[in-house]
C-alpha cells in the first residue's frame, strides 16, 4: 500500500526544458514526468538533442529555460537548480546512476573491478575493505561477470563485460533513477542482447526508473514502457512503446520505425 | 658574513611577506593547499625549492637552523641547504634537534620528540594526494571544497586487493584536523603518528607545484585505513647495527654483493646521540669493515 502510494508520485518531472546555444535550439520545451520503475526511452536521429536532454534531466548542463524538479529520498521534491554542488554530487552517486555509452568514460580503467564497483561505496563513508568487497563481488556475480576477474582492471576486459561492470558500479549504492546514454552502442548484436536481457531483469528486480536514449529503436521496444520521439531539439510523439513503434502517427516517426533493417 | 648582494635570507621581503600571508592562511585552514606564487631559487626543482622558500620567510635572525634529508645531516642536500641560510642569513645551525628553532626536512620527521617554539619544514615534490587517482586539478580541487574523499581509499581499496595489506610505504595519506586529506610528503608511514597532536608548527612548501599547507601545534592527524585493514607503522624488525635503537626508522645499507646488508637510523643526529650516551649496535666499531648479516 504504501509502495503503491510511493509509486504514485512521480520520481522526476520536467517541466518545459530549454537549452540553446548561441541561436541553436538544442531542446525546445521539453516536459514530462517519470515515476519510480519507470523506463522511458527517448529516441531519435544524431543531433535530435537526446543527449543534451539527458544532460539537461541529470543536472550536468544548466537549462536556458524549464527545470526539473525529483523527489529525493526523504519525500521532498526539489528543483535540481536549487541543489548545491555538493547535494547535487551526492545525488548523482547515490540515487542516481549514469551509464555511458562508452565504458571508459564511466569506469577507471586503471583500477581493479572491485575498486570500480567498491568507490561509490567508500564515496559514502563505507570503511571495511571486507564488506566493500564482499558487496562488489556479489554485484560481479549479479552482472554475469566471473567473480575470479574481481582483481582485474578493466582495460583486460571485452566491450561487452566493461559494459556490465559500469552497470554494477552504477547500481550498488540501489539508485532509483538511472540515466543511461546508448548503453549498447558499439557492441556486437549478441552481446547486445545479453546486455538487454540483464538490463530487463535488473530494472524489474530493483523497480529502478530509467531514462534511457538511443537510437536503436528495437532497444526501445524491448527495454521501456513509454517512448518519447524527438526531432530537432523538439519532442514530436510521446506515448507507449507499443503504440508509438507499431501505430506510429507522426510522419517522422512512422519513416523512423519503417528505417529499421529487417533482419 | 652576509653576503651583501642579498637581501636577509635571500628573498627579498615583499616576497616573504607574500609567502607568510600564504603561510598564515595554511594554518588557518590546516591541511589546505593554499597556492602562492612560487619564486626561482638557485636549486633545481625537485631539491626543496619550496621548503627553501618557507624557510627564508620564517626565519629571523635568532634562529637556529637544523636541515635534514631522509633523515641525515650530512648528505648534500642538507649541507647545500645549511650552507645556503648560513651564507644569505647568517643563521646559527646546529645538527642536534632538540637545539634547534627551524628545521628543514626532506622525507623524514626527526626521533627526537619536537617540542613547542619548533617549526618543521617539509620539502615537497607532490602535494596533491589525490594526483594520482585524478589526474585534473579543477577536478581535485572541487573534491577537496566538499570533502570527497572516497577515491583515496579506492587506492588503499588497490593496495589490499594486490598485495593482501595496505602496501603504501611512504606519501601515506592523512586526515588533517577531521577535514582535509593531505600528503604528508614522502616521509616513510613510520613518521605519521608523529604528525598528529605534534607540539611544534609543521609547515610543507611545494616550490614547483607552488603551493603551501600546515598543521598547526596540537591538531590531529589520522592516517587513513580501513576498520579490517588498521594503519600500521612499518619498521625493519632489527635493531641499529651502530646505536642498537629499537624504535627507531631503519636505513638498510647493502654491503656487499652476497646479499650482506646491515640496518641503521636514518636519524643521524639520533644515532650519534645514542652512540654518544654509550649505546653501542653490533657493529658500532666499524661499520663499513666487518662482514654484516650477523645482526637481526
Do not use: C, G, H, Q
Given at each position: 500500500m504504501a509502495d503503491a502510494l510511493e509509486n504514485d508520485q512521480p520520481l522526476l518531472v520536467a517541466t518545459s526544458l530549454s537549452k540553446s546555444y548561441g541561436r541553436i535550439a538544442a531542446c525546445r520545451d521539453v516536459s514530462f514526468s517519470l515515476h519510480p520503475g519507470e523506463v522511458l526511452a527517448i529516441v531519435g536521429e544524431s543531433g535530435s538533442g537526446k543527449s543534451t536532454l539527458l544532460q539537461l534531466l541529470s543536472g550536468q548542463l544548466a537549462a536556458s529555460g524549464g527545470h526539473v524538479s525529483y523527489r529525493m529520498r526523504d519525500g521532498v521534491t526539489r528543483d535540481l537548480a536549487t541543489l548545491g554542488e555538493a547535494e547535487r554530487r551526492f545525488l548523482f552517486r547515490t540515487d542516481w546512476g549514469f551509464v555511458h555509452q562508452d565504458p571508459a568514460q564511466g569506469l577507471?580503467?586503471?583500477?581493479?573491478a572491485g575498486a570500480n564497483v567498491g568507490e561509490r561505496l567508500m564515496a559514502v563513508g563505507w570503511n571495511h575493505y571486507g564488506r566493500i568487497r564482499e558487496t562488489a563481488s556479489d554485484w560481479l556475480g549479479r552482472v554475469e561477470?566471473?567473480?575470479?576477474?574481481?582483481?582485474?582492471?578493466?582495460?583486460?576486459?571485452?566491450g561487452g563485460m566493461r559494459q556490465r561492470l559500469q552497470i554494477a558500479r552504477n547500481l550498488v549504492t540501489e539508485p532509483r533513477l538511472v540515466f543511461m546514454d546508448e548503453p549498447t552502442g558499439g557492441l556486437d548484436v549478441s552481446v547486445q542482447a545479453r546486455l538487454l536481457d540483464l538490463l530487463r531483469s535488473l530494472v524489474a528486480e530493483l523497480n529502478l526508473a530509467v531514462v534511457i536514449v538511443t537510437h536503436d529503436l528495437a532497444v526501445a521496444r524491448l527495454l521501456s514502457h513509454r517512448v518519447m520521439v524527438m526531432k530537432g531539439g523538439r519532442v514530436i510523439e510521446t506515448g507507449l512503446t507499443d503504440q508509438v513503434l507499431d501505430d506510429p502517427r507522426e510522419p517522422y516517426t512512422q519513416l523512423l520505425v519503417s528505417s529499421i533493417l529487417p533482419a | 658574513m652576509n653576503a651583501p648582494a642579498y637581501n636577509f635570507a635571500y628573498l627579498d621581503e615583499q616576497t616573504k611577506r607574500m609567502i607568510r600571508r600564504a603561510i598564515l592562511k595554511a594554518i588557518a585552514i590546516p591541511g589546505y593547499q593554499v597556492p602562492f606564487a612560487s619564486r626561482e631559487m638557485p636549486m633545481p626543482y625537485g631539491w626543496g625549492t619550496g621548503g627553501v622558500q618557507v624557510t627564508a620567510a620564517i626565519l629571523g635572525p635568532q634562529d637556529v637552523l637544523k636541515v635534514i634529508d631522509q633523515g641525515s645531516d650530512d648528505t648534500t642536500n642538507a649541507i647545500s641547504i645549511r650552507k645556503f641560510f648560513a651564507k644569505t642569513a647568517g643563521v646559527a645551525t646546529t645538527t642536534a634537534t632538540e637545539d634547534a628553532t627551524v628545521i628543514q626536512t626532506r622525507h623524514r620527521i626527526p626521533e627526537t620528540s619536537l617540542h613547542a617554539n619548533q617549526v618543521l619544514v617539509y620539502q615537497v615534490?607532490?602535494?596533491?594526494?589525490l594526483r594520482f587517482l585524478e589526474p585534473r586539478e579543477t577536478e581535485t580541487r572541487r573534491m577537496h571544497a566538499l570533502a570527497e574523499y572516497g577515491l583515496m581509499h579506492v587506492k588503499l581499496y588497490e593496495d589490499i586487493a594486490r598485495f593482501g595489506h595496505i602496501a603504501t610505504a611512504y606519501a601515506y595519506p592523512v586526515k588533517v584536523n577531521a577535514r582535509y586529506v593531505m600528503?604528508?610528503?614522502?616521509?616513510?608511514?613510520?613518521?605519521?603518528?608523529?604528525?598528529?597532536?605534534?607540539?611544534a608548527l609543521q609547515l610543507f612548501g611545494a616550490g614547483r607545484e607552488k603551493r603551501i599547507y600546515a598543521i598547526p601545534p596540537y591538531t590531529k592527524v589520522v592516517s587513513l585505513d580501513f576498520e579490517d585493514h588498521p594503519f600500521e607503522p612499518y619498521r625493519f624488525n632489527a635493531p641499529c647495527a651502530l646505536c642498537a635503537a629499537e624504535d627507531s626508522y631503519l636505513d638498510e645499507i647493502v654491503t656487499d654483493d652476497k646479499g650482506g646488508r646491515m640496518f641503521v637510523c636514518s636519524d643521524t643526529d639520533y644515532c650519534e646521540g645514542r652512540q654518544a650516551a654509550g649505546h653501542h649496535g653490533s657493529?658500532?666499531?666499524?661499520p663499513y669493515k666487518e662482514k654484516a648479516g650477523s645482526h637481526g
Open positions: 577507471r580503467m586503471a583500477v581493479s561477470i566471473d567473480t575470479a576477474r574481481i582483481d582485474d582492471a578493466p582495460r583486460s576486459y571485452s | 615534490p607532490i602535494p596533491e594526494p600528503d604528508p610528503s614522502p616521509t616513510p608511514k613510520f613518521d605519521n603518528p608523529k604528525m598528529d597532536n605534534s607540539p657493529l658500532s666499531a666499524a
